[in-house]
């Protein structure tokens, strides 16, 4: 804008506010919990000197400071560990069995529960479960540990991982004195975060 567009603006403002001005002064007492109260007298501005401003310069240039993100332990960025790698290969190596995300993952050798079958040789009830080493169960669980979905696979699917899997104790199993659990197979967990 130039500067007699803002002058002019400037003073219809002006005469705005007197006019305003002169409706209050119109009202001499103000009635507040009905006791009477004076307004202040106003003061007529028009007589006054006004001093005139520089005009406002052409451009403004303004530093701006860019703040870096604080970066809190949390916040970091943290390589995942080989639990995590693994679940993620392991989940991807399998066709898809669950829908959703999962948070962690389950593998446990395949077993069934005999103890109620007689054994031909001694002819007594088997006093242990039977674990089919040649497969597993893998279980995807959501944050609370309930089972999304699962699938049995062969252990030679999991090749790539047996070491792994074999630190974790996948291959030893519990011995108790209940044949309903007895030699029940270790379980893996893995988790994804």
């Given amino acids: 804008m130039k500067r007699e567009e803002v002058m002019a603006i400037i003073s219809s403002m002006e005469m705005q506010l007197a006019a305003l001005k002169e409706l209050v002064a119109a009202e001499e007492v103000v009635v507040v919990n009905e006791n009477p109260v004076e307004e202040a007298p106003v003061i ?3 007589n006054e000197e006004r001093e005139e401003l520089p005009a406002p310069p052409a451009e403004i240039h303004i530093d701006v400071v860019e ?3 604080k970066v809190t332990p949390k916040a970091k960025e943290v390589a995942p560990d080989e639990e995590t790698v693994i679940a993620c290969q392991i989940l991807s190596k399998l066709p898809d069995f669950y829908k959703g995300t999962c948070r962690s993952i ?9 103890s109620d079958k007689i054994n031909p040789k001694t002819q007594k009830n088997y006093d242990k479960i039977h674990i089919n080493v040649y497969k597993v169960i893998v279980t995807a669980e959501d944050i609370e540990g309930k089972p999304l979905g699962s699938i049995v696979v062969h ?13 974790r ?18 379980i893996v967990s893995l988790c994804i975060d």
Wanted: charge should be negative; charged fraction near 30%.
């Fill in 44 to 46: 007529n501005e028009q």
């Fill in 67 to 69: 703040e870096k993100p």
């Fill in 106 to 114: 389950t593998l446990q050798k395949q077993w069934h529960d005999n």
């Fill in 155 to 167: 252990w030679n699917t999991l090749s790539k991982w047996h070491q792994f899997l074999r630190k």
């Fill in 169 to 186: 104790h996948i291959e030893e199993h519990d011995v108790t004195d209940n044949p309903h659990t007895n030699w029940m197979p270790k």
